[in-house]
């Protein structure tokens, strides 16, 4: 399960790489960018989009720049890849976990040892 939930992790941050590229090439081709283009925002990749254009880009506003000329917003289908990703990565959390605990108390007999 543990392997199966890391391939799928693997999976939808290609997805995610698309997704940002595919919306960052069609945002700048209609000139809603800023000349910096893309940018991180607490570890995700964002559009650098100028803020006259922000209503026009479709996605969530993770922050603006200290003058507010620039807003940076994740695209929309780039999000939901990112929720889906987040749910994965709990799960191999709890996959981790339920195998060390499986671990540590096939090993418990044999401690005096």
């Known amino acids: 399960l543990l392997q199966e939930l890391r391939r799928k992790i693997n999976q939808v941050k290609g997805q995610i790489n698309s997704s940002f590229g595919s919306a960052l090439t069609h945002y700048n081709n209609l000139g809603y960018l800023d000349d910096i283009?893309?940018?991180?925002?607490?570890?995700?990749?964002?559009?650098?989009?100028?803020?006259?254009?922000?209503?026009?880009?479709?996605?969530?506003?993770?922050?603006?720049?200290?003058?507010?000329?620039?807003?940076?917003?994740?695209?929309?289908?780039?999000?939901?890849?990112?929720?889906?990703?987040?749910?994965?990565?709990?799960?191999?959390k709890e996959e981790i976990k339920k195998i060390l605990k499986e671990l540590t108390n096939f090993i418990r007999p044999y401690r005096p040892l």
């Open 37 to 92: 283009r893309e940018t991180v925002v607490d570890n995700i990749r964002v559009l650098a989009v100028s803020a006259m254009h922000r209503r026009k880009v479709k996605g969530g506003i993770l922050g603006n720049s200290k003058t507010g000329s620039i807003v940076y917003i994740q695209p929309e289908a780039t999000y939901n890849h990112t929720r889906e990703l987040n749910n994965l990565e709990y799960e191999e």
